[in-house]
């Protein structure tokens, strides 16, 4: 007697090999579809191999995009979430479509999209099956590389920092899953912000996915290095794609740049050089990656004596109220609604100033510490490899405080270059050798000197008292938009119409900042 057909219709077929029993279908569905004829079973392997090929050399964005008939229209709809595709149709369905297109077509079958999986609808669960499966296994082989799920393990530990910021200064280190939002857990907002900027800076995720700090040997309490490296772990190394909801409560309203600012400090004070107060002699990655050094120099008009001076800095606050007020003072009518550029901001931020009297006091011989008149120019003696730019919109004054509004046209691609040490004494020498235009379509070589790419913009709504932090970050070629647990794709055109207030951009040359700052630190002063 045949003992599968006396099996019960719940069980699956089993055959007998010595003392073991091998599974032969996934589930009694799959069996009664494959046992049928060999042509539906050559057609159903042929399908399920198509689509894993598909899941493994198609974008995301095209693996989830389904069709929507709702008001008599197909539009094309791209969700993060894990959409369906049918093995017996090109039917490409939603968590909440994928029943309907089983009853009306009778397709029992269709595979997930994010880890290539089959589901039966009528188990109503995902199922096993071991001739399948090992063809899902073998489609990925030759992609492993280029694979959307990385093991944490793939990705090699560094014991230099500095080596470590060269070898991972743009590689992706972990594409698993899609962006992940985080849950605004009580005026969280400016928080969550500044991580997601954090997790799509190419320096801080590589650095933390390689495992640089362990938070099982970490012995510092309440360490905010440990929390970053739980939440990027968390984030990114999973397949998760709900919200993530780290330890971010509070109701109060905080700004995301004192965030910023206050996360640096906490991370170099988690590093083994915590005791150095020079940030010149500090090589932990948070000052190697965030920290650049300005080159101030005065001179006095009345003797030209040149005092010379080098701060470090984090990130550049760019005044917008001052660039609104220069322009009404220049324009005749006033040009209100022409947006401000960056590249203007920066060429103000580092034009030469006029010192008053009692600004200055010149110690040389010949003025003997009188007040005297100078003129103060600031420069960028070293470029970080991680460029933050705050843009001032907030102005406080005795009686109030106000927001401003005012539109700021910032590129893709930046060119730091013109605002550097190097350059300055270029143009003051007669040496500057006139450059190419480029524009943002242009290729650029790698080592572009001074050029950034854009990798994460943060926009403030509302106003000062009752606003709402968003933000777009930049991965791989893909654009996406997170408020609060809520992520969608944005497109380029979106990201460069909103109003920022913070901007991280990445060099792309590593080589080419260090090669700046040394040209400079040899130069005379």
Not at 53 to 81: E, F, H, R, W
Request: aromatic fraction near 8%.
């Amino acid at each position: 007697m045949d003992k599968s057909k006396s099996a019960p219709p719940s069980t699956v077929r089993m055959t007998s090999t010595g003392e073991c029993k091998t599974v032969e279908y996934g589930c009694e569905h799959l069996q009664d579809m494959m046992s049928k004829s060999p042509n539906i079973a050559e057609q159903c392997v042929n399908g399920w191999l198509r689509i894993q090929a598909n899941l493994c050399k198609d974008p995301v964005s095209q693996t989830q995009t389904t069709k929507s008939s709702k008001n008599g229209s197909d539009a094309s709809i791209t969700t993060l979430l894990s959409t369906y595709h049918c093995l017996q149709c090109a039917t490409i369905s939603t968590a909440e479509t994928r029943a309907a297109h089983c009853e009306a077509r009778k397709h029992m079958f269709s595979v997930e999209s994010r880890m290539g999986c089959l589901y039966c609808h009528m188990c109503g669960d995902y199922i096993y099956d071991p001739t399948l499966e090992p063809l899902r296994l073998r489609s990925q082989l030759p992609s492993v590389t280029n694979s959307k799920k990385r093991k944490l393990g793939a990705i090699s530990g560094q014991t230099d920092d500095q080596t470590f910021l060269q070898a991972n200064l743009s590689t992706p280190s972990c594409l698993a899953g899609a962006p992940r939002g985080l849950y605004n857990l009580g005026q969280s907002c400016y928080m969550s912000v500044i991580l997601q900027a954090m997790i799509h800076n190419p320096l801080m995720r590589n650095y933390f996915l390689a495992g640089r700090h362990n938070s099982t040997e970490c012995t510092r309490p309440s360490c905010i290095a440990c929390a970053l490296n739980d939440s990027f772990a968390d984030i990114l190394a999973t397949d998760k794609i709900e919200g993530h909801g780290p330890s971010l409560a509070g109701y109060r309203q905080q700004d995301a740049h004192e965030y910023f600012q206050f996360m640096l400090d906490e991370l170099h004070q988690t590093s083994v050089c915590a005791e150095k107060t020079d940030f010149k002699s500090c090589d932990c990655l948070y000052h190697q990656s965030f920290y650049g050094k300005f080159r101030s120099t005065v001179t006095c008009l009345a003797c030209k004596n040149v005092t010379t001076a080098g701060d470090p800095f984090i990130d550049l606050s760019l005044d917008l109220h001052h660039q609104v007020k220069k322009r009404k003072i220049d324009s005749r009518p006033p040009s209100n609604e022409v947006p401000l550029e960056l590249t203007g901001c920066l060429g103000s931020f580092t034009s030469s100033e006029r010192l008053a009297p009692d600004a200055y006091t010149c110690k040389s011989e010949t003025c003997r510490n009188t007040p005297q008149r100078a003129v103060k120019h600031l420069t960028i003696k070293k470029l970080p490899p991680s460029l933050c730019i705050q843009l001032k919109r907030y102005e406080h004054t005795k009686t109030n405080a106000s927001k401003l509004e005012t539109k700021l046209n910032y590129p893709l691609q930046l060119d730091m270059s013109p605002y550097t040490t190097q350059d300055h004494r270029k143009k003051k020498a007669g040496t500057q050798e006139p450059l190419s235009p480029i524009t943002p379509f242009s290729p650029l070589s790698p080592r572009s000197p001074g050029w950034y790419d854009l990798t994460s913009v943060i926009v403030h709504i509302g106003k000062m008292d009752a606003g709402h932090y968003i933000c777009y970050c930049r991965r791989d070629d893909q654009w996406f938009k997170f408020d609060d647990n809520k992520v969608t794709l944005a497109a380029e055109a979106q990201v460069l119409d909103a109003d920022p207030y913070l901007l991280f951009y990445t060099i792309r040359s590593l080589g080419s900042s260090q090669d700046d700052a040394q040209a400079a630190s040899n130069a005379p002063t």
